[in-house]
Nanobody
Framework: QVQLVESGGGSVQAGGSLRLSCAASGYTYSSNCMGWFRQAPGKEREGVAVSDSDGLTVYADSVKGRFTVSEDNGKNTLYLQMTSLKPEDTAVYYC????????????????WGQGTQVTVSS
């Protein structure tokens, strides 16, 4: 059974940084894609950053240059380093896995964590 558990969310002022972690169990990262998605109130879930087992990454235009996705295969953990945070980054952030192609489309991922809240104040 695949389990994804996010941590690291919280409240921060604009310009600040946070690092999210996603601990995966019952899941093999190789040959699949993982990534981070977010959903703000009243908005559709959107892709933030995704990566595959070869280290290829795709970022949403809104976070390029500010967010970095990385993985520690030894710990089976995915990270999202977020810097220069903006109020519009406020959302629940979800870790996802099981994507067969490297895509920011959330419909392409089969497994989801419970989400962690990120709040950025101005």
């Amino acid at each position: 059974q695949v389990q994804l558990v996010e941590s690291g969310g919280g409240s921060v002022q604009a310009g600040g940084s946070l690092r999210l972690s996603c601990a995966a169990s019952g899941y093999t990262y190789s040959s699949n894609c993982m990534g981070w998605f977010r959903q703000a109130p009243g908005k559709e879930r959107e892709g933030v950053a995704v990566s595959d087992s070869d280290g290829l990454t795709v970022y949403a235009d809104s976070v390029k240059g500010r967010f970095t996705v990385s993985e520690d295969n030894g710990k089976n953990t995915l990270y999202l380093q977020m810097t220069s945070l903006k109020p519009e980054d406020t959302a629940v952030y979800y870790c996802a896995a099981g994507g067969r192609v490297l895509s920011l489309n959330y419909l392409r991922y089969n497994y989801w964590g419970q989400g962690t809240q990120v709040t950025v104040s101005s």
